[in-house]
């Protein structure tokens, strides 16, 4: 789905973690949550650009998710299972595909090396309590050149910190070791990694707010960077340059992303209109569209389209920009053509029924319960989505599977009051004989797991 629709926040199973689709005001959940940003291209570009890297992993592409943060600092980071997450700001920053991919073949060298498991072994080992990126900070702390102010904070912990400190430096040079490995198996170069590393070296000197990330959740020594340099002077694939159509694909990411993120009349002055790349082109249609200029929006849009039929993404573009400007039946045909176009999408067909839902035909409200029903096999973590279907059943007077699909909405962010309130109500209305009842006493039992201070 486009990052202009409407904002979305939900719980993953992985912690506070709130799912949005970026558009033009994205915020924290207040929570302290991070806000995840969906969009269906940028995440098939980051699994295509990745494929190879996880096939030669052992890892299942199709299992790996990947996740965009709404945070302008360089980081990235694997949770919850095989799960990658990337702040935009490591997108923006990122001059060259192989310098992305390298960044991401460190993190599946994390997922492939089982080290989240392993890591929470050595968190308790070690008597420290709390979420894994605190850790990881504290470890950074006493890791860098400033180790006096960090063993001021440790205090009495420093033993147990300084232990856990040690363990992630390890953890580190493996994933670095398995991501070179990977590197030469699918003939790419590693000097990607090592400008990333490069680039981050002059941050061990700074600290607090000044310090990306990155360098305290993947503690940085002179040891990892010498041991990738070596490795981009011996290996046969050092200079081997990036695919153009990797370059196309980051040029792209770094323009959609910075143009729903970035101020309207910042990212025009960027991709001014002598620039008649596709990249500045689809740049500028976003900051007219947020402007909003709708005209000078659908005609830039307009032209990418005819250019460029089989692209999914301008169409979604343009459904996206005439169905939040309350053109709803216009929005039908582009949003439609984006699903032809990309029927493995699920985000796309989420977008849809949010469109069909809101034309109040009944007809095309149906088929947004066919398609949502679709789209949540594969994003059943996404509130709402479930928000929707149970609009969707609303409206189509199947109250007791409205009930159930509010329950899966109150499992999926964690809300145990919502999830076993809705799922009894779903017991009392539906058939004790259907799916649809089996279900609400799974989900039932399942909300009575999770902790009740929603």
Do not use: C
């Not at 199947?398 to 159930?404: D, K, S, V």
């Amino acid at each position: 789905m486009g990052f202009g629709a409407t904002l979305r926040t939900t719980v993953l199973a992985l912690a506070a973690i709130s799912v949005g689709f970026l558009g033009p005001a994205v915020a924290h959940d207040g929570s302290g949550g991070m806000t995840v940003l969906r969009d269906t291209e940028i995440e098939a570009d980051i699994h295509t650009m990745m494929t190879p890297i996880w096939r030669a992993a052992g890892l299942d592409p199709d299992a790996v998710h990947v996740y965009v943060v709404a945070d302008p600092t360089i980081n990235s980071f694997v949770a919850g299972g095989q799960n990658i997450f990337i702040n935009s700001g490591l997108l923006l920053h990122a001059d060259t595909p192989n310098q992305l991919i390298g960044v991401l073949s460190h993190e599946t060298g994390h997922i492939a090396g089982g080290h989240l498991e392993r890591g929470a072994e050595a968190m308790r080992n070690a008597g420290i309590e709390g979420l894994i990126f605190t850790a990881l900070g504290a470890a950074a702390a006493v890791l860098g050149p400033g180790d006096e102010s960090g063993a001021a904070l440790l205090g009495g912990t420093a033993v147990a910190e300084r232990a856990y400190a040690r363990f992630s430096v390890t953890q580190e040079a493996t994933a670095d070791h398995a991501a070179l490995r990977y590197l030469d198996e699918t003939h790419q170069s590693a000097r990607g990694l090592l400008q990333f590393f490069e680039k981050l070296q002059s941050e061990n000197m700074l600290t607090g707010a000044y310090q990306d990330p990155y360098l305290r959740d993947h503690p940085l020594t002179q040891e990892r960077i010498d041991y990738v340099r070596e490795h981009v002077r011996r290996s046969p694939y050092s200079n081997v340059p990036d695919p153009p159509a990797y370059i196309a694909m980051l040029q792209r990411i770094k323009a959609k992303l910075a143009a729903f993120t970035e101020p309207p009349a910042q990212i025009l002055a960027r991709y001014p209109p002598q620039d008649r790349s596709v990249a500045a082109r689809y740049a500028r249609a976003i900051a007219y569209y947020r402007i909003p200029q709708l005209d000078k929006a659908l005609a830039i849009i307009d032209r990418l389209i005819h250019d460029y039929p089989g692209d999914p993404y301008f169409r979604e573009l343009k459904g996206q920009m005439l169905f939040e400007n309350g053109h709803i039946h216009a929005a039908i045909a582009p949003y439609e053509a984006a699903v032809r176009l990309a029927p493995n999408a699920p985000l796309l067909r989420i977008a849809l029924s949010q469109v069909y839902i809101e034309s109040h035909d009944p007809a095309l409200n149906r088929r947004a319960i066919g398609y949502l029903d679709e789209a949540l096999r594969s994003e059943d973590q996404d509130p709402m989505a479930w928000r929707l279907l149970a609009t969707a059943y609303g409206r189509d007077h199947q109250i007791g599977m409205a009930a159930l699909a509010l329950a899966e909405e109150g499992l999926a962010a964690g809300n145990k009051r919502d999830a076993v309130g809705e799922a009894k109500r779903a017991q009392h209305l539906l058939p004790k004989s259907s799916a649809g009842f089996a279900r609400a006493v799974e989900i039932e039992r399942e909300a009575e797991q999770l902790d009740s201070s929603d």
